[in-house]
């Protein structure tokens, strides 16, 4: 009796491993059957907000299901991760956000949730953080800047205290440059320039995007350094922080996609698989690229390698600048 009841033991546990993986299978071949929701961790508007809805749009009229746009702001991207933490695992409730996820994770203590409770679906879309000058002052390039900053002349904007430049420009003065700025934080990019460009200002800290760009091409700003490997398709101009002399210092801000952790990988699979599809259509790459957005092509593994590593990069740079949120 007991040699056949542990026989009976183990063939239902072959027959659940055995059943497991096509059963995530059959999940997958089925996803999307209903309506999926992506939660946006910023007000409408911004570009995480931006690629997500020409994203729900496409997934919509490719899947034939509905893909709603909820806008749910507060605490730099905190509440809306909350909210698709405790939803089911199921790949119908989806984050849409920022570098601020990876951020967050070591700037903020009771955020209520860890960057462990996510599985990385996709991050497609970045642009690298900068510093950039007026083109009517005396900074023009990053050894200026440096000689202005140990002068004790040099006022820095940025979007806010805490934002991924923010973050990156103290790292550069602190660690790198070791000269200390005084950071003017402004309630977002628009008004950051708006400081550079009358004056408020004579440095800014802001991510590269289309923003950076014009401000250039128009002849109003000079682009000092970008924190990437290599230099911005947007801005040939600009040399790599390396490149100016202060090897050390990359960061950017990306879009991703993020599903509760323990989502059905081929569910998560299919779903980086539209994401990318989607951005590679020749419409929605025009739209990124006149943004001053750059898109990589991620497979799901990727994208969870590089999730990992960026909450260990701004993990560093928070730790070493000990910024107060």
Known sequence: MRVERATKILAAILALMIAAPSSGRAQARDYPNQRISFIVGFAAGGFADTIGRWVAARLGERSGQTVVVQNMEGGGGIRAARRVMSAPADGYTILVTTTSLAINESLVADRGYNASQFDAVALPISAPESLSSSAKGPIKTLADLVTEAK??????????IGSGSHIAAEYFFKVLAKTPVKHIPFPGGNPAMM?????????LAATATGNISRAVSNGDTIALAIAANERSPTLRAAPTFAEAGYPGLYAS?????FAPAGTPEAVLTKLNSEINAILQEPEIAKRVESSGLQTTIRRRAE???????????WSTMVQAVDVKQ
């Open 253 to 257: 801000s990306w879009v991703g996609f």
């Open 195 to 203: 400081g550079l460009l009358s004056g408020d200002v004579n440095v």
């Open 303 to 313: 994208s969870a390698r590089l999730f990992a590593a960026e909450v260990k990069n």
């Open 151 to 160: 002068a004790g002349k040099v006022f820095m904007g940025s979007a806010g």
